[in-house]
């Protein structure tokens, strides 16, 4: 995807000027008044695909750790005036933003919410990769301020980098124990996860716990819980077919008894004299 323009005047600047007068000639454009389509699909279906594993199990660890945020992809991201003058719309592959309330948005307008991204994920290709690690780069370290930014290549998993905002630039992070790299805007990790999502077998971006655990998603979460419930009913029915193992080695021993019994009584011994 393509993304704002990268200019970065200093305030004072005649563009910063022309901006700040154009911000007030269009009156602070909302979500509502700002194109949110481009109509150009993601690069790939594991583009797609890799954009879903990243944002739908975040929002559930989100919604689980009762911390408010928005968590999208694909979706324009305003940050500028300049962007409507120049009809530059499009916006990060994934971006989240913390401390925000839930809710469906067409865009992320940051003068209308009150803050930008606090991490950034741009996801690359063949025709994206040099603007990403550039001109991107540079406009979510400049314009933007992006607290953490990260780049991965869905075909070529070693093509992966992150960077933390340090003092107005990115330093580059380094991989922990578990081999990924530690947003700590949000206390988890991004790995490299061998594995088979949607039907596709890849090496895919996930979001991890610090100790190396991935975030499952809807259809994990429901495999395991119908795992535990399959576990339950085998532990049940053993429980069953051992009380029922049981109660027949009762029924054996009393008729064993009975028929003891009964042969006493026949050679006229009174059984219950030999208790």
Do not use: C
């Amino acid at each position: 995807m393509t993304n704002p323009a990268t200019s970065n005047p200093a305030i004072g600047e005649p563009e910063a000027i022309e901006e700040q007068e154009i911000l007030e000639e269009i009156v602070a454009p909302t979500q509502d008044d700002l194109p949110s389509d481009d109509g150009i699909p993601m690069e790939t279906q594991r583009h797609k695909l890799q954009m879903d594993l990243l944002v739908y199990p975040l929002n559930t660890w989100l919604t689980q750790e009762q911390r408010s945020g928005f968590v999208n992809g694909n979706m324009f991201v305003y940050f500028s005036p300049s962007q409507v003058r120049n009809q530059d719309y499009r916006g990060p592959d994934v971006f989240v933003v913390l401390d925000v309330p839930p809710g469906e948005r067409k865009s992320w307008v940051v003068w209308q919410e009150g803050k930008g991204p606090d991490v950034v994920i741009e996801l690359l290709s063949d025709s994206t990769r040099e603007r990403d690690k550039t001109e991107k780069k540079r406009v979510y370290q400049q314009q933007l301020r992006v607290p953490e930014y990260f780049w991965y290549d869905p075909f070529n998993p070693d093509d992966f980098a992150g960077f933390s905002l340090q003092r107005g630039l990115y330093e580059p992070l380094t991989l922990n124990e578990q081999n990924g790299l530690v947003s700590q805007s949000l206390g988890l990790s991004l790995v490299r996860w061998q594995g088979e999502y949607a039907g596709v077998e890849a090496v895919w971006l996930r979001w991890a716990s610090l100790d190396g655990t991935v975030l499952p998603t809807v259809q994990e979460i429901a495999l395991a819980e119908h795992q535990r419930a399959e576990e339950e009913r085998q532990r049940a029915e053993e429980e069953r077919q051992r009380a029922e193992a049981a109660s027949q080695r009762a029924e054996q021993e009393r008729q064993r008894a009975d028929r003891l019994a009964a042969r006493l009584r026949e050679l006229g011994i009174d059984p219950e004299q030999l208790t």
